[in-house]
């Protein structure tokens, strides 16, 4: 319904909207919201909860997740968009994934999300199972157009979905280096010290992209993976929204003031100047 408003107050009439609309692509399918069905827009919604038993283990989420971005390509429209709120947990999750099934999510506006058929055919079996019969035979792409956060926790990021395409073979996945071989990590490392300096290298590559001057965790987190970082995601939550926020006070928060808060979820670097005042 707040998807339906905001597209009201944007000069879209509800005449040309569409909920729970069938989508012959889909056989028998529905899908969640559609403008100008049925070759118009396609928008698919999702907000996955966390279980409240603990039994809907998160590769299902995952399959569910997938499942949309399979459903929207599979159908002919002007445009295909899956727009999806998650929480941290999940989000620390699916950016896990990248390092087990080769599938890197995307979390920052510009990245692509591929889903190619022998990806997604070497899924666990319980996301296979969700995914069902919208598994395609072609290869799905989704591009992360928005990722905005809802409030500190949730986030929400919207998907532009192309046509599929023929897949093409797979790259051989590189070679996991021992323990040992593994890069060493910058001067530092280990220490608030050196995670301050990785923070604030992320943050300067990420809106140097963006243009934008804020950022938020997510997005600092999944640059420093790309890094190679050797810092726990707990850690640099720790240290972005305590021991770096100028806005941050109490017992065990280091002086630090590289950055504040520029709104829900959102941070900015300070200029040298204000740091140092």
Known sequence: METVLALERAGVTAS????????PALVGGKLDLVMDPLDGVVIELRYPRDSRTGFSPDTMTLGELIRDFLRVAAVPARERWVVQVVNPRLQRYLLAVHGRRQLHWAVVAGETLVLHPDTVGGLPATARTA???????????????????????????AYSVASPTPPVPLPAPPAVPRPAQMAAPVAGAGTRGGARQEILAAATAITTRSGSPTFTIVEIISEMRAR????????????????????????????????????????RRRTSQEVQR
């Open 16 to 23: 040309r909207l569409a909920t729970e609309h069938f989508a």
């Open 228 to 267: 190679g970082t050797g810092y726990a995601e707990s850690t640099i939550r720790t240290m972005i929204s305590s021991h770096l926020c100028a806005d941050s006070t109490g017992p065990g928060v280091d002086s630090y003031t590289d950055l504040e808060r520029a709104g829900r979820g959102l941070y």
């Open 131 to 157: 995914i069902g019969g919208a598994a395609l035979r072609e290869t799905a792409t989704a591009t992360c157009v928005l990722a905005e956060p809802v409030d500190d926790d949730l986030a929400l990021y």
